[in-house]
């Protein structure tokens, strides 16, 4: 079963998100800031990371560039409610497979899940 750690300092939006994923067939779980995300994606090895970009403390991009360092196949999917192309460019750049922005289109969010997926487990 494919892991999905969902990071988000919005406790609602996490629930939301593990809830979806759990319908959809995944091992989902959350964690509300930077450093607790860090520690599960070292405890559990996740495939995929769903990480909000604004966050108190460690920021997403922060947050983004410890993953890739310390565990570089980690998908991960930066979600947003703030449109800034040029911070989803960054993002992009630093490793990010996709970034995606709030309200989440669970239909889009599910096919990109799909795909990286496929590409994870293909290797």
């Known amino acids: ?8 300092d919005e406790i609602e939006v996490c629930r939301s998100l593990e809830e979806f ?3 959809k067939g995944y091992r989902a779980f959350s964690a509300q800031n930077g450093q607790e995300a860090l520690n599960l994606v070292q405890a559990e090895n996740p495939h995929i990371v769903l990480l909000d ?25 930066m979600i ?4 800034d192309e040029a911070l989803g460019n960054q993002a992009l750049q630093l490793g990010a ?3 995606i922005t709030k309200p989440v289109d669970l239909d889009y969010l599910e096919t990109v899940l799909m795909v990286k997926i496929v590409d994870i487990l293909g290797r």
């Open 53 to 77: 970009i604004i966050m108190p403390g460690m920021s997403g991009i922060e947050t983004l560039e410890a993953i890739k360092k310390n565990a570089p196949a980690t998908g991960v999917v």
């Open 21 to 23: 994923l759990a319908i």
């Open 97 to 99: 497979d996709d970034f």
């Open 1 to 8: 079963m494919e892991k999905i750690l969902v990071v988000d």
């Open 80 to 83: 947003t409610a703030v449109t």
